[in-house]
């Protein structure tokens, strides 16, 4: 129950999101779902490869390059979901870091994981 509370919550902000940034377009909310789930999947099959891949690059740049594969996972969902547009690789990077911020702060006021 817990997943399905958070992949409504993460539809929720993205639809925020998209409302209030420009470069980011969402058609609908079912698209938002969408999102929610395929940015899911991808941080949980595709960023563990590349975090190791680039590890030295991460070390080197105190961490900072996981930002870029962030904004990467972004557009690579830009590119799966339909209806799911970002514009450019900078509008992925500020697009991920609000979603982020505004994940922790909504996940901590939920209560989280106890």
Do not use: W
Not at 75 to 90: A, M, N, Y
Request: one cysteine or more; glycine letters at 6%; aromatic letters at 10%.
């Amino acid at each position: 129950m817990n997943l399905i509370i958070r992949i409504f919550l993460t539809a929720v902000l993205v639809m925020l999101i998209a409302h209030f940034m420009p470069g980011v377009t969402v058609a609908n909310f079912t698209i938002s779902i969408f999102v929610a789930i395929v940015l899911g999947l991808l941080n949980l099959f595709i960023k563990p490869i590349l975090v190791l891949f680039t590890l030295p690059v991460t070390v080197l740049t105190f961490g900072l390059f996981l930002l870029v594969i962030n904004a990467a996972m972004i557009l690579l969902c830009s590119e799966i979901v339909g209806g799911f547009r970002v514009d450019s690789f900078l509008t992925a990077l500020l697009f991920s870091v609000i979603l982020s911020v505004s994940q922790s702060i909504l996940y901590s006021l939920m209560g989280g994981d106890k």
